[in-house]
């Protein structure tokens, strides 16, 4: 499959100039509920055609300083569907390393959030004993040790994060299990739930707080956003963030701590409306505006 460029002709650069790599991982294999996740990093990447350079917020064209390049799409289950989690894990691990090696800020897009653990793995292996926080973005806990018979199950990714030895801050959860609320008690897990930044004004700064070490990774899964605003999403929940919440927490780490990479995960769309890819596809513009502040 031929792979189109983010954000198309605004940012045409070669990968040796580029300070940012988009890196579509269509990789679906454990979804529960809706499916086409794999379908997401296209769609996004192809909605970001439709993108202004100008960020109102920023007040310049980000493109034009940072140089963005997109990689051809890695661990790809419409071309492979029967490609083990095993290797989509050792595929994206080896492929981030490389990207790490080359001193690219990484915005991975998924597929499914399983792929996180393999980026994460990634991360820690070039930082060693250095610890980082993995923020997440979602509206599940995604701490189940394993799901239907799997350890690789999307429903796991943060239990495999924390395997790592990883801390770690979920944002806006609403939906756990038996197994998963003990889990968060016994390891003292500091959870932002939806019901935080729903009474409480201050939640982020309550959320930034509980961030102890200097640098952090940040994984999106969609679903963490308010379906009204992010409806094309695999396992919607009520309740979500909406996008000055999100934008404005994000901001906000960015500017106190060193945000390593990103990935957006979980966008499954939808044929009958272009909402979701193209607010995925400025989320991802708004992160590469964030690091380009520090870049």
Known sequence: MTQKQF???????????AKVVILPIPYEKTTTYRQ???????????????????????????????????YDAIADTRINPDLTPEAMIEITATTVSKLIADHKFVIALGGEHSITGAVV???????????????QIDAHGDMRHSYEGSIYNHACVM?????????TLPIGIRS??????QLIKEKQIPVIWATDIYRQSNWSEKAIAKITTKKVFITIDLDGLDPNLMPGVGTPE???LNWYELTQFLAAVFAQYQVLGCDIMELAPSSDSVVSEFTAAKLVYKLIGYQSNFA
Not at 7 to 17: D, K, L, P, R
Not at 62 to 68: L, N, P, S, T
Not at 121 to 135: R, S
Not at 159 to 167: E, M, Q, S, T
């Open 121 to 135: 793995k990634a991360y820690k292996q070039a930082l060693g004993e250095e610890l980082f926080t993995v923020i």
């Open 176 to 181: 756990i299990c038996l197994e998963e609320a």
């Open 36 to 70: 086409g996740c794999q379908n997401g990093a296209a769609a996004i990447i192809e909605a970001s055609d439709q993108l202004e350079a100008y960020d109102i917020e920023l007040e310049r064209e980000i493109c034009q300083e940072m140089g963005i390049f997109t």
């Open 238 to 240: 009520p309740g979500g």
């Open 159 to 167: 239990r495999r994060v924390l395997d790592l030895g990883l801390p």
């Open 7 to 17: 954000i198309g002709s605004e940012a045409q650069t070669t990968y040796s100039e």
